[in-house]
């Protein structure tokens, strides 16, 4: 067992794990030229394997991707440690540095796992509550008997929400829980609209609608139009068809059993505890130029919960952190009147703090304690030859 | 004089190893004295040399009024592209973007870039018959079915193809940046020049307009006695302010120098802009008429008046800026360009030295690298001073920084070691990246204003310079390794000491190499983390970095596990020069990412050549010749047995 565990430690496999997460992220930043950032990052460093696709469209493995490359390098490690590692002292510097690079790759992992990316658009003054994913959608009803809820938000709505990812053509979606059941009839991940007359649905703005799907897009800029057709079954009734559209500014409404529901196929959204008014967002430029000096929100926060009601200022390179999330300024639109805030929520994100004292620690500790034998050395021999 | 047959003197050895500078080719026995003369001596000229050398352009304006005061035209503060600098600096970098050169020949004669300015802006119909317009692009000349004598163009000649220059840069404008091949960027980067060169025109006046002092004086006058008596005001005096407001608006459009200083709440601002406030009821500032009247009189030739007006324009509160009047004299000086001569000069010396091994000769050539770093760093601190930022805020000041960075890194093994490969190292990144930084000046101003994402200092400092200092290093590993190939299998003169010297050498290097680029490389995922939400984003200029990291770690995990003997060390560290060169410029090349600010272009070529010149060196050195000797690992290690 420990021979195998040996054979596994050897510094050859090191040495080609580097340079093969070399050509990895050679060819992931290459990539980046005509595909945009996210598409390459599933592709080469948060996969197992890289294909190329031929022309006929069969893919062969060229590269290992990145989830290969670290599981290969915590082992090659771990097992280091577990059978040709010295444990002394002197050794210490290398132990510290290693331990940061493993918290390194267990931070990206579970980053790339587990964290959360969404933004808040803010226009002049308009308050809100939560956050809005960027690429995903979800499919919501909404029990809107409570009308006062948007002004007020110590008052709660009932909101119903379904993942886009269950919108699947053929599927019906029913649940004890929902005020009705939805049959889905065809979903588009992504479509061109224009307005015009379409026959398809019997209800709702949807009927001045003309969708066309349309393959979907990848850029990082860009957002998917997603739309759906869907019967909705209330008390075993068919209701008619309704077309949504992530594109809709407006939800439909339907009745059922006196009470008044929205239906809305909008961003996914992620709630807060708190509500966020924009007061101000400054744009300055230098002087006879359209070269960004600064640009910065001036927010109230109200947290009832908390007994919070207090205005701060987001910038760049000042976040606010409340609530287990981040709030950066991202970017603004508008004519300068909307501000756009990237919130992130990221459990992982204290694990690269630490690794990068622990690594630093440890370099310095080996390469510096090394390079001081050395020139002490150095120096005697040097005198040596002078006596 | 003979050095190696006189005795040594204890005392002055040990003077000599306190002087420290002092290089020691080789053990064979020598004086202090002499050395410690010859290198007075050697210094003594050096300065001398450098002292007249920089000093020579100072002196040459007698302050007399037979011509214009250069000096302090060149001081005047202006408002341009976002910062305050001196008119000189205007002058330089609008020439060296439109031109690609520091002057111009007219007529045989050499004109400097703030004549020529002067020329543009007061005598715009002789300025525009000189050949400024640097065309180099095969497809552009095609467009425009210009003649292939000569690559630069003068704006009359340019004049009937301006309507299809503009309408082709605007069709190239509609594609992403990063999309455009090479005739798009070259011909909207044309159209950018053109409508440079039309905004120094009219930065003044306008451009037609022979005295702007007397109209701009009347317009005032004339708003002045309608403020005083309002019923004055006819409709022939409507018709009249509204033409002027129109000039005026359009003169504001068509300039980008803001020669006017605050007034109040207000800004700086453009002589159109302010003229059309003065049509308000602002009162008229003085700089206006000062400017215009320099105009009028350098048309005239009159130069006595022009020397009067601005040591006039200089005296006032506004042009009191200590950084401009130091930056129009650190342009003067030009310290980062003549430093490249004295490096050239100390390569040639230590190479001499090093083939004769004539130790003073050796310790001239020390000194002479340190004065070219001397001059080096003073020419960079003297920059960060006048742009109050941290050195790298852009591609120039990376390579100023890593040039820098690397010659001191150099040194220190000089210092080390004593055999003149420091030198040689030191010279070689000192000379190239100087010579890299003067193409980057051709984009235009070096000292940009910093943006929003970029700006803080203290980021910029711990994170950027680290991973500068990583590059540094990275060239340093790489120019020992190219050193090493040339000595052991070309010239084949490395005995068994220097074989294993060298290789502790680059060892060494590399070390530093890794925490530098590592710790940098990690900063850098902590500022993203705090200004963007994430740590690592996969961005081209991120994994550039990444690349460095992690061939550093496969040299140095290569190195102890017996993979690769000094030899392949150094192979590795001179690929390792490619990987840095990637990352520093290659990435920006791909245009795309958050750190692809620094765009550029034309480079490319550059990059491939530099690439395949060490690609060609590690096939050399890959030659089974040289020293064949059983390699042990140095002890100096950390080895992890395996």
Known sequence: MKKILKKFASLRITVVVLIAGMMLVFAGTLAQTHMPIREAQKIYFQSFVVPIYLQNGTAIPVLPGGYTLG???????????????????????????????????????????????????????????YSESFH???????????????DNPKDTQTVYSIPASKLVTGNMITDPRLPVSISVKEFMPNANIAMGENPRPTQGFGQRVIVQPAPPVKGDQQRNLACVYVDIIANGKNLGTWLLSSAFVNPDFIEINGREYAIHLRAKRYMMPMTLKLQEFKHERFTGTNVPMAFSSRLRLVDPIQHEDRELTISMNQPLRYDGKTFYQASFANDDQTTILQVVRNPAAVLPYIACILVTLGMSWHFIAHFLKFFNKFVKQDTEVKA | MNNS???????????????????????????????????????????????????????????????????????????????????????????????????????????????????????????????????????????????????????????????????QANEAQSVQAHQ????????????????????????????????????????????????????KLTDDMVSHINILKKGYENLAQKSNIHFVPPIGELEWSRIGEHMR??????????????????????????????????????????????KVRSEAMFNRMALLVNAMPIYALGLVVTLVAMMFKTRWMMITGTVIVLAAIATHTFGLGWRMWIEG???????????????????????????????????????????????????????????????????????????????????????????????????????????????????????????????????????????????????????????????????????????????????????????????????????????????????????????????????????IGLFPVGQQMPEKLPNTSGTQSS
């Not at chain 1, 995903?136 to 948007?150: F, G, H, P, Q, R």
């Not at chain 2, 500078?21 to 300065?47: M, Q, V």
């Open chain 1, 136 to 150: 995903k959608n979800e499919l919501v009803i909404i029990d809107t008997s409570n009308k006062d809820a948007n």
């Open chain 2, 389 to 619: 930022r941290p050195p790298v805020i852009n591609l120039y000041g990376s390579a100023v920084f890593i040039g820098w960075g690397a010659t001191i890194m150099a040194m220190v093994l000089e210092k080390i070691y004593k055999n003149g490969l420091g030198n040689i190292a030191a010279c070689l990144i000192g000379f190239s990246t100087l010579i890299i930084a003067h193409h980057l000046s051709l984009s235009g101003d070096t000292i940009e204003p910093v943006r929003a994402v970029l700006d803080s200092n203290f980021w910029l400092t711990t994170h950027v310079l680290i991973v500068t200092l990583g590059y540094s290093s990275m060239f340093v590993a790489g120019s020992l390794g190219l050193i090493f190939v040339v000595r052991d299998v070309i010239l084949r003169n490395l005995n068994k000491q220097s074989y294993a010297r060298m290789g502790r050498m680059v060892y060494g290097i590399i070390c530093f190499a890794m925490l530098f680029s590592f710790v940098g490389t990690v900063l850098g995922g902590i500022w993203a983390d705090q200004s963007w939400g994430r740590f690592w984003g996969w961005d081209p200029k991120e994994n550039g970095a990444l690349l460095i990291v992690l061939w550093n770690a496969a040299i140095l995990h290569a190195r102890w596990s017996g993979m690769v003997q000094i030899r392949g060390m150094m192979m590795m560290a001179i690929l390792g020069n490619c990987i840095t060169a990637f990352s520093w410029f290659g990435v920006n090349m791909m245009g795309v990412g958050l750190h692809s600010y620094g765009f550029m272009d034309g480079a490319f070529m550059w990059l491939i050549g530099f690439c395949i010149s060490q690609l060609i060196f590690v096939a």
């Open chain 2, 5 to 167: 047959i006189r005795p040594s003197r204890p005392q002055s050895t040990r003077y000599q190893s306190s002087a420290s500078s002092s290089a020691t080719l080789h053990s064979h026995p020598c004086t202090g004295f002499t050395s410690a003369a010859h290198c007075l001596i050697a210094f003594c000229l050096l300065i001398a040399l450098m002292t007249t050398s920089i000093f020579a352009q100072e002196s040459k304006q007698p302050a007399t009024n037979a011509t214009p005061d250069w000096n302090a035209l060149g001081q005047i503060a202006v408002m341009h592209a976002g910062r305050l600098k001196p008119l000189d600096t205007v002058a330089r970098s609008s020439m060296l973007m439109i031109c690609g050169k520091q002057s111009v020949k007219v007529e045989g004669k050499s004109m400097h870039a703030l004549e020529w300015l002067m020329q543009v802006m007061c005598k715009p119909e002789v300025a525009d018959n000189y050949r400024v317009f640097l065309i180099h692009d095969p497809d552009i000349q095609a467009l425009l079915q210009l003649g292939e004598e000569d690559k630069r163009w003068s704006f009359t000649e340019l004049i009937p193809h301006l309507q299809l220059i503009s309408a």
């Open chain 2, 180 to 231: 455009r091949n090479r005739y798009q960027r070259a011909i909207i980067e044309l159209y950018n020049h053109i409508t440079t060169y039309v905004r120094l025109k009219n930065a003044i006046a306008p451009e037609q307009s022979k005295d702007f002092a007397r109209q701009a004086q009347e317009a005032a006058n004339l708003v002045k006695s309608l403020i005083a008596d309002p019923d």
């Open chain 1, 71 to 129: 599981i290969i390098m915590v082992l090659n490690l771990l097992c280091a440690y577990l059978t040709t590692f010295k444990w002394t002292t002197k050794r210490m510097g290398v132990l510290l540095m290693h331990s940061g690079i493993l918290m390194l790759l267990i931070g990206q992992l579970f980053t790339d796992l587990y964290s959360v990316e969404s933004y808040v658009s803010l226009d002049h003054g308009q308050v809100k509550n």
């Open chain 2, 277 to 322: 406030l003065v049509l308000l009821g602002l009162p008229m500032d003085d700089s206006v008429i000062r400017m215009a009247t320099i105009r009028k009189a350098y048309r005239e030739g009159d130069w006595q008046t022009i020397n009067t007006m601005v040591a006039e324009h200089l005296a006032t509160p506004a042009q009191q800026q200590s």
